[in-house]
């Protein structure tokens, strides 16, 4: 088996653990960034070695963006802020929800903020510009917060053709550019919006989370806040999969990394009812895009469960046999190594998690 490295971003600290091969899990014996909350966590494997950049909030200094090429030994911040908002925005940065490699240009990494606006890095991460065209959208004054804050909190790039980048905004729905950032277009045909007066806007959804197919590029999966869809022309269009679900509501999704037509996600009762779906511990899979859904519990907790899982909380690392993982708002951490069919409890009373990643590392 694989080196893997799994990052746990929570309200107080990131946590890492390391598995080499076939062994145990090795947490590092205190957390990173103790007392600040880390929304955002990448793992880049790129070339010329792993960087891990974090986006952290201190109570006291703010946000900031971090990185470190030794797996977390030592840490790095810029000497100025490397995400800011220019001063004729009028705006300063809360907090950076997302930082994603792009899977077409070495170098280049994405940033998305609250609030919400897309940066891109061409030094992996050291520093950032902001992305203008984005910015300055003719929709962007009808852009509202989400119940988290008005964040750009998805970041898809297409390892096809770096022009084409896919980003999501609570509560302003999905964008896509095809000219490298020089003009968006929402694309949200299909998606619902129960809480806006029209029946098809169309922008202003309030989506929470999407993932690309494993196999086509062209296929990707969303976990809107009421609805679960799936687009197969790269997001001009989205058919409503969430039949056979306990419920559609939810924050999380995450695509296999290997295998075509396989997604996971973690049912939240109702939007007001933030318990999951039947308080049981259960992620559901589909593995023929959509068409159906099954329920996956083995090892995990088959009492009464009360913690949800947030959109970045879910994830899947690039191993084979593909690995999953989930961090839950009470401070649970859990894994599978056989695609989800049994699961294990790595850690508990964790703080709150944010966000989960993993990566092949060796």
Not at 148 to 177: K, M
Not at 213 to 223: E, G, H, M, N, V
Not at 227 to 246: C, F, K, M, N, Q
Not at 334 to 356: I, K
Request: proline residues 7%; negative net charge.
């Amino acid at each position: 088996m694989a080196d893997v490295l799994l990052a746990v971003g929570t309200n107080k600290g990131l946590f890492l653990a390391r598995r080499r091969g076939g062994g145990d899990w090795e947490f590092d014996p205190a957390p990173h960034f103790n007392a600040q909350a880390v929304y955002s966590v990448a793992l880049d494997t790129r070339e010329p070695a792993p960087r891990i950049l974090v986006g952290g909030v201190s109570s006291h200094w703010g946000p900031s963006v971090f990185h470190s090429d030794d797996l977390g030994r030592t840490w790095t911040e810029p000497a100025s802020p490397a995400v800011r908002f220019p001063e004729d925005t009028g705006t300063s940065l809360e907090r950076v929800w997302q930082l994603h490699p792009s899977a077409a240009e070495p170098g280049v990494v994405y940033a998305g903020t609250e609030p919400a606006a897309l940066y891109r890095s061409e030094d992996r991460g050291e520093s950032f510009s902001l992305v203008r065209p984005l910015w300055e959208h003719p929709t962007r004054s009808r852009w509202v917060p989400g119940g988290g804050g008005e964040g750009l909190h998805t970041i898809l790039t297409d390892a096809r053709d770096a022009r084409a980048v896919t980003v999501a905004v609570s509560a302003a729905g999905v964008f896509r550019t095809q000219d490298g950032g020089g003009s968006w277009s929402p694309s949200n045909s299909g998606v619902g919006a129960d809480f806006l007066p029209g029946p098809d806007p169309e922008f202003g959804q309030c989506v929470h989370k999407i993932a690309r197919d494993a196999a086509d590029p062209d296929r990707l999966y969303l976990q809107n806040h009421w609805g679960v869809y799936r687009s197969d022309d790269a997001g001009a269009h989205w058919t409503d999969i969430g039949e056979g679900l306990p419920t559609t509501f939810g924050f999380a999704v995450a695509a296999h990394p290997h295998r075509g037509d396989t997604a996971y996600l973690f049912p939240v009762t109702a939007d007001t009812d933030r318990v999951p779906a039947g308080r049981r511990c259960r992620v559901f899979r589909t593995a023929d895009a959509g068409r159906t859904w099954e329920p996956l519990s083995a090892g995990l907790p088959q009492e009464d469960h009360y913690g949800i899982v947030l959109r970045d909380a879910l994830c899947t690392d690039d191993a084979d046999p593909a690995g999953v993982y989930f961090g839950t708002r009470n401070g649970e951490l859990y894994a599978s190594a056989d695609d989800g069919e049994s699961w294990r409890l790595l850690a508990s009373h964790l703080p709150d998690v944010l966000c989960v990643r993993a990566a092949v590392v060796g």
